[in-house]
């Protein structure tokens, strides 16, 4: 089983900052691209960042300059850290990662139980 725990969500006025963590634990053979997605309220998921196992990262164009990916391979750990933060960025926000469970088994996604974090004055 794997599972993967979010945490550092929160309540934060514009222009503050936040930094979401996701661990992940569990029989893991190896990890490729670990990524945050969110959903605002009658919106669809979107992507926020995505790191690939290689350290490449894309980020979507409304967080770019503000929004930080970072992982930590050795505790299987992704960052979000959220700077200059708006209150369109209000949302639930959920990290994957893309995993697999053994050398033969093919890549598999899953995902945190989610983060809420508010952008309100």
């Known amino acids: 089983q794997v599972q993967l725990v979010e945490s550092g969500g929160g309540l934060v006025q514009p222009g503050g900052s936040l930094r979401l963590s996701c661990a992940a634990s569990?029989?893991?053979?190896?990890?490729?691209?670990m990524g945050w997605y969110r959903q605002a309220p009658g919106k669809q998921r979107e992507l926020v960042a995505v790191?690939?196992?290689?350290?490449?990262?894309n980020y979507a164009d409304s967080v770019k300059g503000r929004f930080t990916i970072s992982r930590d391979n050795a505790k299987n750990t992704v960052y979000l850290q959220m700077n200059s933060l708006e209150p369109g960025d209000t949302a639930v926000y959920y990290c994957?990662?893309?995993?697999?469970?053994?050398?033969?088994?093919?890549?598999?996604?899953?995902w945190g139980q989610g983060a809420q974090v508010t952008v309100s004055s």
């Open positions: 994957n990662v893309d995993l697999k469970l053994s050398a033969t088994s093919s890549l598999r996604r899953y």
């Open positions: 790191m690939t196992s290689g350290g490449s990262t």
């Open positions: 569990g029989s893991i053979f190896s990890i490729n691209a």
